[in-house]
């Protein structure tokens, strides 16, 4: 395969192994099924502005809300002046902790919730960060809205806050559930030949998807419809009846295409509960956008985080003792743990490791996930030690590497489901051509600039939740798929109907697929790179099904050309049931239905083990802590990845110059998808590694470049030559499909590959996120 990428730029993929066949697959229309690359189902809407993002949707009669933020970190409202705006032309409402709406608080995420945090705005006059959102204007237009909003005047009574989690009085917490005590790591580390210990930081980053943040609520007769951008509708119905106090039965959440969310639209943030509360006061519906400023501050990024990593080794380079410790930030009413010790004693086959992990509320938004969040930091700081320890023994990083290969889980003691590292390793480095390196930093050079060459390894595990299926089969042949599950951009729609056509061999344009709809059969979240195998996995166990209920009817409707054929005779194709050896026994799926007098053939299935209750099911897929992981072996996606910098000496910018990973994710449902999350990730990487980096003012905690033009993220003209390898095999112990996770991988190891490319450039060492100019000057 060979495209063009985003910036003009030659992007290649190379094929290291052949997908294994499906195990019941017959003749699949070629280019259909799983493991072929058809196109994407939502391609030509989305680039032809037809697919309809949830602000986008026509409401008769809508209102505008606008969101109020505050300008200070810490104190109470002490007044507001709102009479202007209330008078203002067109204005229904201003609604402040003056004149509350009642919020009621919901299950946060650690607590087996669905909320992000359990913050409720305009409850009271409290003050927990700057840009909290304190109040809500209404009026018949945006334009009306946006300048009422802009009357009202806030004074404050300020305390003293925590903008940093350094600053005195605030106080680090230690996460149990993330300490990591494997052997004696202290003795070990005393006794070790080789030693290096260092710190390292990484920034406030942001989600910046390209659809902001932006919803309608509708309340209508008792009922309320909220299409809002989302990775979880089960989950954001669940946060929203609790924030409404009413049941789940009673909302539902539309969200058939999101425009991006990587991890920030997993829950509805607290202008929703805005603009629910208000359609329901109001009766009418009521449609919230958060400006881009707004969104650095109306849900919250990835944290900070802070970390000391010690390693220590034998001087021929077997790596016996970790010590760790790392903390994030947090806000002061809620936990989220950016665990930076995620993949440390995972990775490598290392006897001592000590680690913990702390969180430090201070006067911030509660941070959220960001593609990785976790595993990304984590791989940061293990993946650029290696590096340094691989110069302080005078070693390869790649051998350093497959020196202290881990041929099991040492942390968990579990053997790998599949650990396709080594492969990825030697075709990485293979088409990097990583053996012609140097070892020496600043000792390949072209002109002006100095060029670098690093890599580092990434990994990500495998979750899982349950989901169900709903398939209709028409008289004619077109099938739908049926699932509440979201497609944010990953592929969802197009690896369904894969999976649909794998089994009931029926042309994908025959194959709709209906996503992201609370009424569809219930999913869990697309988040922790989980929902292409939780949903293969039920549209494949509801498309056998379907088969077999064809079977059933070819074989025993009286008039069928195949009653009484034995089943195991029977195949699908063209468009109907015909005999193995003997095509022209056949039945059309439209004449067996007619025969059957059914007007279509509507089927569900699901994944839940037992037989759990529908409230129970519900509960499982609206809280996160029933993710589970596969039980008897540890599973995770694996990466090698290989970078080249070039570094200008003079002025000490860095560009990327070429990217190369190969990855193991298991087996592929689409390679071209797959490919493109790959490389989104490692896009996302480049931008952490050298531009992303939240600024907050230390006076007052003000984000200060709250914007597209000051918050850099990577664009195409940033982006190199990215070649991706898929060196993964159909690993079944892991999902029913055999892939493992894709959609966060690319992005885990990223920042530390380039980092480690910038040193051997250079002969500097940035541990500090950015890598920017003045750090290497
Ligand atoms: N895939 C595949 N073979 C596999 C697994 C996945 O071909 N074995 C492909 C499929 O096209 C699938 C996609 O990869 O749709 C992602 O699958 P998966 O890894 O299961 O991830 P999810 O569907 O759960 O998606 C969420 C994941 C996360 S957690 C973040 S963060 C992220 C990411 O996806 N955010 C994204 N990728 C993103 N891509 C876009 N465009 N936008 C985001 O917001
Ligand atoms: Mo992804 S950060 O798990 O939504």
């Known amino acids: 395969v060979s495209v063009m990428a985003a910036g003009g730029h030659h992007v290649k993929s190379v094929r290291a192994v052949q997908q294994h066949q499906l195990p019941l697959s017959e003749q699949t229309p070629p280019q259909q099924g799983l493991g072929a690359a058809p196109q994407r189902k939502d391609g030509t809407l989305k680039v032809s502005g037809h697919a309809t993002y949830a602000a986008e949707h026509q409401v008769e009669n809508v209102l505008y809300g606008v969101v109020v933020q505050s300008t200070v970190s810490s104190g109470r409202i002490t007044a507001m002046e709102t009479q202007a705006a209330r008078r203002a032309e067109g204005v229904l409402a201003v609604y402040s902790h003056l004149n509350s709406l009642k919020i009621n ?118 009922k309320l419809t909220v299409w809002e951008p989302s990775q979880w509708v089960a989950g954001a119905r669940t946060a929203i009846a609790e924030w409404m106090g009413i049941d789940i039965s009673k909302v539902e959440i539309i969200s058939p295409y999101v425009g991006g969310g990587f991890g920030s639209k997993a829950s509805p943030a607290t202008h929703v509960a805005l603009a629910c509360v208000a359609s329901r006061e109001l009766k009418r519906p009521v449609k919230v956008a958060l400006t881009r400023p707004q969104t650095f501050t109306g849900f ?76 990304n930091p984590s791989a940061f700081s293990l993946e650029v030690s290696m590096d340094e320890m691989a110069y302080a023994l005078n070693m390869d990083p790649l051998a350093l590497r497959i020196k202290n290969w881990a041929d099991h889980d040492y942390q968990q003691g579990k053997p790998w489901s599949s650990r396709q590292l080594k492969e990825a390793y030697q075709k990485g480095a293979e088409a ?44 004619d042949g077109h099938l739908t798929v049926k699932s509440a599950g979201a497609d944010i951009g990953t592929g969802t729609y197009t690896i369904l109907a894969q999976t649909a056509a794998d089994v009931l061999k029926i042309p994908q344009d025959r194959i709709q697929v209906e996503l992201g709809d609370s009424r569809l059969p219930t999913a869990g979240v697309a988040g922790g790179s989980q929902l292409a195998g939780n949903l293969t996995a039920a549209v494949f166990k509801t498309a056998l099904a379907l088969r077999e209920r064809l079977f059933t009817l070819a074989i025993e409707t009286p008039d069928s050309p195949l009653f009484g054929t034995p089943r195991d005779k029977l195949v699908v ?48 897929l609206s ?130 590959a380039i980092s480690n490319a910038v040193f051997h450039a250079t002969g500097k060492r940035v541990r500090e996120l950015p890598i920017t100019m003045e750090k290497l000057i």
């Open 105 to 222: 608080k919901p299950r946060s995420i650690p607590e087996g919730g669905a909320a992000q945090t359990t913050y409720l705005p305009i409850q009271n006059d409290r003050i927990i960060h700057n840009g909290q959102n304190i109040a809500l204007v209404v009026a018949e237009t945006f334009e009306q809205a946006t300048h009422a909003a802009s009357l009202i005047k806030v004074a404050y009574a300020e305390t003293p806050a925590l903008i940093f989690p350094e600053d005195k009085g605030a106080k680090p917490q230690d996460q149990d559930s993330l300490t990591i005590t494997m052997g004696n790591a202290q003795q070990a580390m005393e006794q070790a030949e080789v030693r290096i210990k260092n710190k390292f930081i990484t920034p406030r980053e942001y989600n910046q998807p390209m659809e902001p943040h932006a919803c309608i609520a509708h309340w209508q007769d008792d």
């Open 623 to 752: 809280a996160l802590n029933t993710i589970t992981r596969p039980e008897d072996v540890s599973a995770h996606s694996w990466s090698a990845l290989f970078v080249e910098v070039r570094v200008d000496e003079d002025f000490g910018t860095v560009r990327v110059k070429r990217m190369v990973g190969a990855f193991d994710s298991g087996r592929l449902y689409n390679p071209a998808l797959a490919r493109s999350q790959w490389i989104g990730g490692m896009v996302m990487g480049l931008g952490q590694a050298l531009l992303e980096e939240g600024t907050l003012d230390p006076r007052n905690g003000r984000v200060i470049n709250n914007n597209l033009a000051d918050y850099l993220v990577a664009v195409s003209a940033d982006v190199p030559e990215i070649t991706t390898i898929d060196v993964g095999q159909p690993d079944y112990k892991a999902t029913t499909m055999g892939g493992k996770a894709v959609g966060e991988l690319g992005i885990v190891g990223m920042a530390a």
């Open 300 to 375: 919250g990024g990835r944290a900070s985080t802070h970390q000391s990593l010690e390693m220590g080794a034998t001087r021929d380079g077997k790596i016996t003792a970790i010590i760790h410790d790392g903390y994030n930030e947090t806000s002061l009413d809620d936990v989220f743990a950016e665990g930076t010790n995620r993949v440390t004693a995972r990775m490598y086959a290392i006897e001592n490791v000590t680690s913990h992990h702390r969180v430090v509320p201070i006067n911030t938004v509660t941070p959220g996930w960001m593609r990785a969040p976790g595993e």
């Open 432 to 475: 990097f051509g990583w053996s012609k390196r140097s070892m020496e930093p600043r000792s390949m050079r072209e002109g002006r600039e100095l060029i670098g060459w690093g890599m580092a390894s990434g990994t990500y595990p495998v979750n899982l939740q349950p989901a169900e299926a709903t398939l209709v089969l028409q008289p």
């Open 573 to 620: 194709m063209d468009n109907g049931v015909a005999m193995t050896m003997r095509p022209n026994r056949k039945v059309t799926f439209e004449q067996l239905l007619s025969l059957a007098g059914l007007p279509s053939l509507a089927l569900s299935a699901d994944t839940f083990k037992g037989n759990a209750s529908a409230e129970e099911r519900d509960k499982m």
